[in-house]
């Protein structure tokens, strides 16, 4: 995997701006969603819907589903930008560097594939089970978080496009 430095003119930069403030109500939109989910899972365990002796904490367990995503929408292009770094640490709260980023999808990347091949979309079935609700919140935070991943960098490579297809129609209704 390669970091794409910065590189580009005054002309990009100011551009790519206006993006990222044409994007910030979308990216607000996904943090309330997340904010509403991540409550919701809450919700869910004091109810006693989720069994969190066997499955964990809720809103860990779709978390780590989310974020794989992401790092794999990131990396299927083979670069991590930091643009699009920036717009997973903003949405998600982190604050990798795109070299750590790479990193962790050096040591992890096998895991992640098979995660976002398997286990999205049976954590989806899990979640339409348990709740439509809030299993419909969470495939329009993946949507959300995949539309704003890879436009984030203003380039939208082939792979990234079939990324971004696989994972919309692994989450369909």
Partial sequence: MSL??????????????????????EREGFRLNYEKFLNACDAQELEGKWDVETNGEMDAWFANDLICAVIRLIAADGRFSIEE????????????????????????GERIEYMFEREIPESMEVLRKLDPGLAELYRTMMLQICDLIIVSDGKIADEERQAAERLRSMIRK
């Fill in 85 to 108: 770094v920036k717009y997973l640490n903003d949405a998600l709260g982190f604050s990798y560097t795109a070299e750590e980023l790479s990193e962790v999808y050096r040591l992890s």
């Fill in 4 to 25: 794409e430095e910065g590189g580009r003119t005054d002309h990009e930069r100011g551009s790519l701006m206006k993006d990222w403030e044409r994007g910030e109500a």
